[in-house]
Protein backbone atom coordinates (compact mmCIF):
# COMPACT_ATOMS: atom_id res chain seq x y z
CA UNK A 1 0.00 0.00 0.00
CA UNK A 2 1.51 3.56 -0.96
CA UNK A 3 1.42 6.46 1.40
CA UNK A 4 -0.79 8.08 -0.64
CA UNK A 5 -3.75 5.64 -0.30
CA UNK A 6 -6.47 7.20 1.71
CA UNK A 7 -6.49 4.26 3.90
CA UNK A 8 -2.44 4.04 4.76
CA UNK A 9 -2.79 6.26 8.07
CA UNK A 10 -5.36 3.77 9.38
CA UNK A 11 -3.11 0.28 8.13
CA UNK A 12 0.19 1.75 9.46
CA UNK A 13 -1.39 2.67 13.44
CA UNK A 14 -2.94 -1.16 13.03
CA UNK A 15 -0.01 -2.16 12.26
CA UNK A 16 2.26 -0.19 14.85
CA UNK A 17 -0.19 -1.35 17.44
CA UNK A 18 -0.20 -5.07 16.16
CA UNK A 19 3.95 -4.90 16.17
CA UNK A 20 3.95 -2.91 19.87
CA UNK A 21 1.81 -4.89 22.00
CA UNK A 22 2.64 -8.67 23.14
CA UNK A 23 -0.88 -9.96 23.75
CA UNK A 24 -2.49 -10.36 20.43
CA UNK A 25 -5.24 -12.27 19.33
CA UNK A 26 -6.44 -12.56 15.67
CA UNK A 27 -10.24 -14.04 14.80
CA UNK A 28 -9.84 -14.50 10.90
CA UNK A 29 -10.53 -17.61 8.61
CA UNK A 30 -7.81 -20.22 8.25
CA UNK A 31 -6.45 -19.06 4.92
CA UNK A 32 -4.91 -16.05 6.64
CA UNK A 33 -3.19 -18.61 9.01
CA UNK A 34 0.36 -18.10 6.84
CA UNK A 35 0.26 -14.82 7.36
CA UNK A 36 -0.26 -14.89 10.73
CA UNK A 37 2.35 -17.13 10.78
CA UNK A 38 4.71 -15.03 8.92
CA UNK A 39 4.29 -11.99 11.31
CA UNK A 40 4.94 -14.17 14.00
CA UNK A 41 8.30 -15.37 12.67
CA UNK A 42 9.18 -11.86 11.63
CA UNK A 43 8.79 -10.85 15.19
CA UNK A 44 10.75 -13.14 16.35
CA UNK A 45 13.64 -12.42 14.61
CA UNK A 46 13.60 -8.78 14.74
CA UNK A 47 12.15 -8.72 18.48
CA UNK A 48 14.75 -11.48 19.63
CA UNK A 49 13.55 -10.84 24.05
CA UNK A 50 9.87 -11.52 22.73
CA UNK A 51 8.43 -14.42 24.52
CA UNK A 52 4.85 -14.16 23.00
CA UNK A 53 3.25 -13.60 19.50
CA UNK A 54 0.01 -13.31 17.80
CA UNK A 55 -2.20 -16.05 18.28
CA UNK A 56 -4.30 -17.03 15.15
CA UNK A 57 -8.26 -17.79 16.58
CA UNK A 58 -9.92 -19.56 13.33
CA UNK A 59 -13.43 -18.35 12.52
CA UNK A 60 -15.62 -18.41 9.78
CA UNK A 61 -16.72 -15.22 9.72
CA UNK A 62 -14.84 -13.17 6.49
CA UNK A 63 -14.38 -10.10 8.67
CA UNK A 64 -11.29 -10.05 10.93
CA UNK A 65 -10.86 -8.86 14.43
CA UNK A 66 -7.96 -8.20 16.27
CA UNK A 67 -7.86 -8.25 19.98
CA UNK A 68 -5.09 -6.95 22.87
CA UNK A 69 -5.25 -9.78 25.31
CA UNK A 70 -3.21 -8.61 27.91
CA UNK A 71 -6.17 -7.52 30.31
CA UNK A 72 -9.13 -9.68 31.89
CA UNK A 73 -11.34 -8.62 29.05
CA UNK A 74 -10.39 -8.97 25.42
CA UNK A 75 -9.97 -5.67 23.82
CA UNK A 76 -10.89 -4.89 20.30
CA UNK A 77 -8.57 -2.52 18.51
CA UNK A 78 -8.74 -3.37 14.80
CA UNK A 79 -10.87 -4.37 12.60
CA UNK A 80 -11.31 -5.49 8.82
CA UNK A 81 -14.60 -5.68 7.54
CA UNK A 82 -17.75 -3.46 6.44
CA UNK A 83 -19.67 -2.68 9.67
CA UNK A 84 -18.75 0.36 11.50
CA UNK A 85 -16.88 -0.42 14.75
CA UNK A 86 -16.47 1.70 18.13
CA UNK A 87 -15.01 4.87 17.04
CA UNK A 88 -11.33 3.46 19.62
CA UNK A 89 -11.24 0.69 17.13
CA UNK A 90 -9.06 1.01 13.93
CA UNK A 91 -11.12 0.15 11.20
CA UNK A 92 -9.55 -1.21 8.06
CA UNK A 93 -12.75 -0.54 5.81
CA UNK A 94 -11.46 -2.18 3.00
CA UNK A 95 -12.05 -5.70 0.98
CA UNK A 96 -10.40 -7.47 3.85
CA UNK A 97 -8.09 -10.11 1.61
CA UNK A 98 -6.65 -6.70 0.36
CA UNK A 99 -6.70 -5.06 3.95
CA UNK A 100 -4.91 -7.66 5.56
CA UNK A 101 -2.84 -8.17 3.17
CA UNK A 102 -1.16 -4.31 3.26
CA UNK A 103 -1.96 -4.95 7.40
CA UNK A 104 0.88 -7.89 7.41
CA UNK A 105 3.29 -5.79 4.89
CA UNK A 106 2.94 -2.38 6.97
CA UNK A 107 3.88 -4.71 10.39
CA UNK A 108 6.86 -6.30 8.54
CA UNK A 109 8.01 -2.90 7.05
CA UNK A 110 8.21 -1.69 10.92
CA UNK A 111 9.46 -4.34 12.02
CA UNK A 112 12.35 -4.38 9.46
CA UNK A 113 12.74 -0.38 10.74
CA UNK A 114 13.65 -1.54 14.05
CA UNK A 115 9.80 -0.21 15.31
CA UNK A 116 8.89 -0.07 18.53
CA UNK A 117 12.38 0.78 18.82
CA UNK A 118 13.74 1.73 22.74
CA UNK A 119 11.22 1.45 25.46
CA UNK A 120 9.66 5.11 25.78
CA UNK A 121 9.52 5.28 22.16
CA UNK A 122 5.64 4.65 21.67
CA UNK A 123 3.71 7.54 20.84
CA UNK A 124 6.16 10.20 20.58
CA UNK A 125 6.08 14.06 19.13
CA UNK A 126 6.70 13.01 15.52
CA UNK A 127 3.86 10.30 15.58
CA UNK A 128 1.13 11.64 17.91
CA UNK A 129 -1.89 9.96 19.21
CA UNK A 130 -3.75 8.13 16.97
CA UNK A 131 -7.62 9.39 17.01
CA UNK A 132 -9.83 7.24 14.79
CA UNK A 133 -12.63 9.63 15.05
CA UNK A 134 -11.37 12.39 13.35
CA UNK A 135 -9.41 10.35 10.65
CA UNK A 136 -12.92 9.30 9.82
CA UNK A 137 -14.08 12.30 10.04
CA UNK A 138 -11.88 13.48 7.73
CA UNK A 139 -11.84 10.46 5.33
CA UNK A 140 -15.32 11.16 4.75
CA UNK A 141 -14.85 15.10 4.05
CA UNK A 142 -12.47 13.37 1.04
CA UNK A 143 -15.17 10.91 -0.38
Request: glycine fraction near 4%; aromatic fraction near 8%.
Amino acid sequence: MQMIHPLWPVVRESARRLVRLEQIKIEAEMKYLEQIRKLSDHIAEKIPQRTTFPIHDCVVNKDIWIYDTSKENLLPIVYLGSQRPDEDICWIEMDVSEGFEALIDSCLQLLDAGYPGCNGCVDTVQEGRWNEREFRISRKKNL
